[in-house]
């Protein structure tokens, strides 16, 4: 405490320094509780503010920064030292910085973190691609997919705005498995997603549903244009210069603006049943139901 005395002293501006010695010394007692006193203020001040930083954006350079000034506590080995020990409260005895003491106080003293890992941001941002990604076609995955379509079918139900669900099949994938091997198969589904990614605008989500199938949510879209769009996935389709050549199928299904309570699990059977209904017509088209306007 008596060294924290003296640094508080020798801060102090030079004309006020030697009055502040000469007083610290007649009165021990009362500069230590003075000190106290303001580890106090400074905690209170701190703590609050500080449980609402972000521990990912704060700056490392051991500026203790407030929205209003620049240099709030000081870059001085005098203005870290005691925030470090306000803050840790005595616990440690070494000089910190904010990122340091925000991560304290979020895991030791308000709990709002619970085992953190600490992650580059660039490897956090490949994860979350990863995440959602197929790595094959390079289109979404099915958990996307789904999260997607839960989302759309709430935002059609709430705005009353159409909306239509278009799954597409690789026609007879297996045979050219069988003949050519599953290295030209997956070549085959790579050319089906380029050419559903090629044929749809930025509101549309295209995501492989599964093994040969794909999914594409189309927002704010009747069945008569749905069809065009899965039409001319279709035509890119089989006109591939490829030495391989597939056809795909399709099968749609659209939400009426009178469906009283619309469903992803209904919106996916009405279009899987509509793809069942294609590829019984021999494959290389498209078939559509239209949920019922009534359960």
């Given at each position: 405490?008596t060294?924290a005395i003296?640094?508080?002293?020798?801060?102090?501006a030079?004309?006020?320094r030697t009055?502040?010695v000469?007083?610290?010394r007649?009165?021990?007692?009362?500069?230590?509780g003075?000190?106290?006193?303001?580890?106090?203020?400074?905690?209170?001040?701190a703590?609050p503010?500080?449980?609402?930083?972000d521990p990912?954006?704060i700056?490392?350079?051991?500026?203790l920064r407030?929205?209003?000034?620049?240099?709030?506590?000081?870059?001085d080995?005098?203005?870290?030292d005691?925030?470090?020990?306000?803050?840790?409260?005595?616990?440690?005895?070494?000089?910190?910085?904010?990122?340091?003491a925000a991560l304290?106080?979020?895991?030791?003293?308000s709990?709002d973190?619970?085992?953190?890992?600490?992650?580059?941001?660039?490897?956090?941002?490949?994860?979350e691609?990863?995440?959602?990604?197929?790595?094959?076609?390079g289109?979404?995955?099915r958990?996307?997919?789904?999260a997607?379509?839960k989302r759309e079918t709430?935002?059609?139900?709430?705005?009353?705005?159409r909306?239509?669900?278009?799954?597409?099949?690789?026609?007879q994938?297996?045979?050219?498995n069988?003949?050519?091997?599953?290295?030209?198969g997956?070549?085959?589904?790579?050319?089906?997603?380029?050419?559903?990614?090629?044929?749809?605008?930025?509101c549309?989500?295209?995501?492989r549903?599964?093994g040969?199938?794909?999914?594409v949510?189309?927002?704010?879209?009747?069945?008569?244009?749905?069809?065009?769009?899965a039409?001319r996935?279709?035509?890119?389709?089989?006109?591939?210069?490829a030495?391989?050549?597939?056809?795909?199928?399709?099968?749609?299904?659209?939400l009426s603006?009178?469906?009283t309570s619309?469903s992803?699990?209904?919106?996916?059977?009405?279009?899987?049943?509509?793809?069942?209904?294609?590829?019984?017509?021999?494959?290389n088209?498209?078939?559509e139901?239209?949920?019922?306007?009534?359960?």
């Open positions: 405490m060294s003296a640094t508080v002293a020798i801060a102090v030079p004309p006020a009055a502040l000469a007083f610290i007649r009165h021990p007692t009362v500069a230590i003075g000190v106290l006193l303001l580890a106090i203020v400074v905690a209170s001040i703590a503010w500080l449980a609402t930083v990912i954006s700056d490392p350079s051991h500026r407030s929205p209003s000034a620049d240099n709030w506590f000081g870059t080995r005098f203005g870290r005691l925030y470090s020990r306000v803050i840790y409260g005595g616990r440690i005895s070494l000089v910190v910085g904010l990122s340091v304290d106080y979020l895991l030791n003293i709990g973190l619970v085992a953190p890992t600490i992650v580059e941001h660039e490897i956090l941002e490949v994860l691609h990863r995440s959602v990604t197929d790595p094959l076609t289109l979404f995955n958990y996307h997919f789904e997607t379509l709430a935002r059609c139900l709430r705005y009353q705005s909306l239509s669900l278009l799954l597409m099949d690789v026609d994938l297996k045979a050219v069988d003949r050519w091997g599953h290295p030209a997956d070549q085959m589904l790579v050319r089906v997603a380029a050419a559903i990614r090629d044929s749809l605008l930025g549309d989500t295209a995501s549903y599964g040969d199938e794909f999914a949510i189309l927002p704010d879209t009747d069945a008569r244009a749905a069809r065009r769009v039409e996935i279709c035509d890119k389709v089989a006109a591939s210069d030495s391989i050549k597939v056809t795909v199928s399709g099968g749609l299904a659209d603006l009178d469906t619309p992803e699990a209904r919106l996916i059977a009405a279009a899987d049943r509509a793809l069942y209904l294609a590829k019984g017509r021999g494959g088209c498209v078939a139901e239209v949920l019922p306007c009534r359960d």
